[in-house]
């Protein structure tokens, strides 16, 4: 999954702004600041994506900012949402891996004492390429 840009709309508030991003049935969050604001909207993005994908279904796909409608009193933002960044902040969890490679080169790396893990994770990095 690219990057997806969602328009979100954002309501002033007393203190801070509540958000909603019309794409995403349930999608809200609020922030005292409008930094905070998106900060926020965009973990909720990921959230309900994530459900999205658990219930394998379809990700909304966002739509055109001068499509969407709101208040006066409102406004409308592009929030950016970056699937890979959003699971390396959040899915830390670790998976084990079996593989195998010729005995020689495995002599040779522990001889190195060479971090396999590391090694098969800079080398997954690269083929894919992702920002380390």
Not at 35 to 62: K, Y
Not at 104 to 122: D, K, M, P, R
Request: hydrophobic share 35%; net charge negative.
């Amino acid at each position: 999954m690219k990057k997806l840009f969602y328009p979100a709309v954002f309501h002033p508030e007393d203190t801070g702004y509540s958000v909603f991003v019309p794409d995403i049935d349930g999608c809200f969050s609020q922030g005292d600041t409008l930094e905070e604001a998106i900060e926020m909207v965009t973990d909720a993005i990921g959230l309900c994506l994530e459900e999205f994908s658990e219930r394998q279904e379809e990700v909304p796909q966002p739509s055109n900012p001068k499509n969407v409608t709101c208040e006066p009193e409102d406004f409308i933002a592009l929030i950016e949402f970056d699937w890979i960044a959003y699971q390396k902040k959040h899915d830390t969890k670790s998976v084990k891996k079996t593989l195998t490679i010729p005995s020689w080169l495995n002599t040779l790396a522990e001889e190195q004492h060479i971090n396999f893990s590391g090694v098969l994770q800079s080398a997954l990095k690269q083929q894919l390429n992702i920002d380390r």
